[in-house]
């Protein structure tokens, strides 16, 4: 078990789900305010999916061959805290699918490969406690994320919450290249 790698690993993760977790549930809100109505809200976050699930298989093939799965789990921390910085540029259901599009992308990058090197340096024998502990701190922290996000686009507005989960992100990515050494 590398305890390192191990703990970066976790601990980005945690930085991510908690800037995910401000979002949420406000994307609703979000998406209204920008004059998008129901359907535009379902197919931004069918883009996401789509995309997400598209790359997903691609990455997985293109992390066991040809670059390595910490350079693309760094890739889609970064990009993903990119995205999240460009929706204090949406100002309508388009740009708010293309966003979409690029998380989705962006989440496709990170998380095969996060996950894939999670297995590796968990350990063979604590696997389980292991993947416990991360997906409890996961929803812990989104939870978390998600009352301070409302408390966050009270206080300062969405774009106020979107500065915040970009540099939140940003940290996170910033933490996770400490694998490439």
Known sequence: MDRKA?????????????AEGMFGPLFAIFA??????????????AAYLVARGSVSVLTGKISDKWISKERLVVIGFGLHAIFTFSFLLVSNKWELAIVQLGLGLAT??????????????????????AWGIVNGLEDYLAAMG?????????????????IIMGVVQTLATLYQAKMLK
């Open 108 to 129: 496709a990058l990170a998380s095969p490969t996060w996950y894939s090197l999670f297995a590796r340096y968990s350990g063979k024998n604590k696997n389980g406690l």
């Open 32 to 45: 209204d305010k920008i004059g998008g109505d129901i359907f535009d809200i379902t197919w931004a976050w």
């Open 146 to 162: 998600i009352i301070l996000g409302g408390v966050l686009v009270v206080r300062f507005g969405f774009s106020g919450l979107f």
């Open 6 to 18: 191990l703990k970066i690993l976790i601990v980005s993760n945690n930085l991510w789900s908690l």
